[in-house]
């Protein structure tokens, strides 16, 4: 049997195809332009900034730019209970696998940013 190799990056580009697919579905109305630029803006964010920390330049550099990418997905979950909340789109609640998969991924970078100060303290 083939062991399964997790990585990230497969996962927040998953993310950010989501999100674009999502941003497709928002209404035409003034509320849901503007959402719909702010999410595609903080949803499809993360997954570019975690390819930037993996060639970064130092651990600071690296740990700099997990960070700004664990933004931008706090940003999005916030973003995406501001859809459900109203109803801007049909069905919100097909947006629970969405939420906890930012959730999942907002826990990841924070134990990488976390686990990658602890590594350059010493």
């Not at 629970?96 to 350059?120: C, H």
């Amino acid at each position: 049997m083939k062991e399964r190799v997790f990585d990230l990056q497969d996962r927040l580009i998953d993310f950010a195809v989501r999100i674009i697919k999502l941003s497709n579905a928002l209404p035409e109305t003034r509320a849901g332009k503007h959402v719909c630029a702010q999410i595609l803006r903080s949803g499809t964010s993360p997954a570019p900034n975690y390819g930037e920390a993996q060639s970064a330049e130092s651990k600071a550099d690296f740990i700099h730019k997990l960070k700004i990418a664990l933004k931008e997905l706090r940003e999005t979950e916030i973003w995406l209970k501001i859809i459900v909340r109203p109803g801007l789109i049909q069905h919100a609640a097909t947006l629970a696998p969405l939420l906890k998969e930012t959730d999942e991924l907002i826990a990841i970078l924070f134990k990488s940013v976390k686990t990658a100060g602890k590594k350059e303290e010493r």
